[in-house]
């Protein structure tokens, strides 16, 4: 892996994926205050306060150095210039060349392929800039949305853990997708480095 990478704002056919900025405290409180987006994340619908500390760490998500770093990238419809949602990619472990992708859009906006075409990216980044060897995707196994996602980019479900976390009062179980360089590469074309 690159000792360093710093990311810069990257378009595709529809989005633009760049690092937050101050002023999208609104849109990013907007979709994180949503019961129904938060259902099958970690954390409980966030207050504008928790939304506030939120847009800090994505604001610090910028550049990933060691295990643990996350890449945050807002996406904006490139037509409108409108934040839509977020994607994330993160170094798990620079020995083993792992990381994650993960992905969040407003519901207004769900439904047009838009996670699709950002989570793509979101591979591209870590198999091309990060060099990494493995990309792991992981939802809470009722997350359908989530899933076609992640089987739409490729990644295999590797695994059921079943009633692995006990969240929100529950016991809930989680799923994992992977997907290899090699077979990403092979799979979009892209060539070897
Ligand atoms: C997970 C989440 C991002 C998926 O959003 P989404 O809009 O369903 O995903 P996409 O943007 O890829 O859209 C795919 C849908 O649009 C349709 N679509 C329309 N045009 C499309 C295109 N050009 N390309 C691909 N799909 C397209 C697809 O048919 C698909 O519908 P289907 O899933 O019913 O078959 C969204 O449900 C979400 O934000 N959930 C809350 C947060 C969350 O749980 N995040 C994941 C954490 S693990």
Known sequence: MPTSYTA???ETE?????PFESGD??????????????RFLYDEPRSREQAAALLE?????????RDGDTLSFAIELRSTGQVIGDCIVRLLSAAHR??????????AHQGHGYATEAGREMLRVGFDELDL???????EARNDASARVLERLG?????HLVENEWIKDEWQSELVYAVLDREWRTASGAADP
């Not at 907007?30 to 987006?37: E, F, M």
């Not at 792992?98 to 519901?107: A, C, M």
């Open 8 to 10: 810069s704002a990257i």
């Open 155 to 159: 990644m295999r479900r590797e695994a």
């Open 98 to 107: 792992q990381g994650e992708i993960g992905f969040v859009l407003d519901p």
């Open 57 to 65: 760490r994505k604001m610090a998500g910028r550049s990933v150095e």
């Open 133 to 139: 060897h493995r990309i792991v995707g992981r939802l």
């Open 25 to 38: 405290l609104d849109v990013l409180f907007s979709i994180y205050s949503r019961p129904d987006v938060m």
């Open 14 to 18: 529809r989005l633009r994926l760049r």
